[in-house]
């Protein structure tokens, strides 16, 4: 089953970087001399990094979850060393906490 996940995890990274080089691409590709142009552009340079950091921190995540496994520590609190129940995981893969310890 980890290695299941390894393969998924490495496929969302994958993913995530490419999303990260298109918005790396976008702001690459310059602005629009007309000044209301640039105000819309504005507003979407402000998407567009919060959608890069959302993105990093999600690679990020992902790319200790694959270290976790790695390890054989997937699945385990870091707080107590307890299991991590597999709903928990089931909704946040990355989870590094039981949710006892996450509140």
Known sequence: MTEHL???????????????????????????????????????DEVLNALESEAKNEIHQLSNAISRIDSGNYGFCLNCGEKIAEQRLAVQPAALKCIQCAN
């Open 6 to 44: 390894k393969t998924k995890f490495t496929q969302r990274i994958i993913e995530l970087q490419q999303r990260v080089t298109s918005i790396h691409q976008d702001f690459a590709s310059g602005r629009n001399a007309d000044w209301s142009e640039q105000a819309g552009e504005r507003e979407n």
